[in-house]
């Protein structure tokens, strides 16, 4: 064998026997590296506003949700009172009728005097 075979020999014998070295673990890249700082807060501005802005929407459409539901209740409370009114003034008509008058008058021993009728205009 020549020097240059045997030195090549010993080498791999010699790296044989040696411990493996570790290889270091690659370091994960930085997120948002790309980023820069004043461009980080710029978005993390437009992110708080839109938060901001959807509580905002969301609170006032539940205002008008419940201005409806209060609309909603009077109406039926206006619907109601309708019916009482139109029932009393059928009872009105009914008891103002002049058959009616004229009864209820006899019974109380009251007469038409033709000559004490005034007519009002």
């Known amino acids: 064998m ?10 791999e014998q010699h790296h044989s026997h040696q411990q493996p070295s570790i290889a270091p673990k690659p370091v994960a890249p930085r997120k ?3 980023l820069s700082p004043g461009e980080r807060i710029l978005i993390f501005s437009f992110g708080v506003l839109f938060c901001i ?8 459409q539940a205002d008008v949700y419940q201005v409806n539901k209060e609309i909603q209740l ?17 009872q009105i008509s009914e008891l103002s009728r002049y058959e009616r008058i ?9 007469s038409l005097n033709e000559n004490n009728v005034k007519v009002v205009q």
């Open 32 to 34: 948002f590296n790309w």
């Open 53 to 60: 802005g959807a509580a905002f929407i969301i609170s006032k």
């Open 2 to 11: 020549s020097n240059l075979a045997k030195k090549i020999q010993q080498e």
């Open 102 to 110: 004229k009864e209820q008058a006899e019974k109380l021993g009251l």
């Open 74 to 90: 009077v109406e039926s409370t206006i619907q109601d009172q309708h019916k009482v009114n139109s029932d009393l003034e059928m």
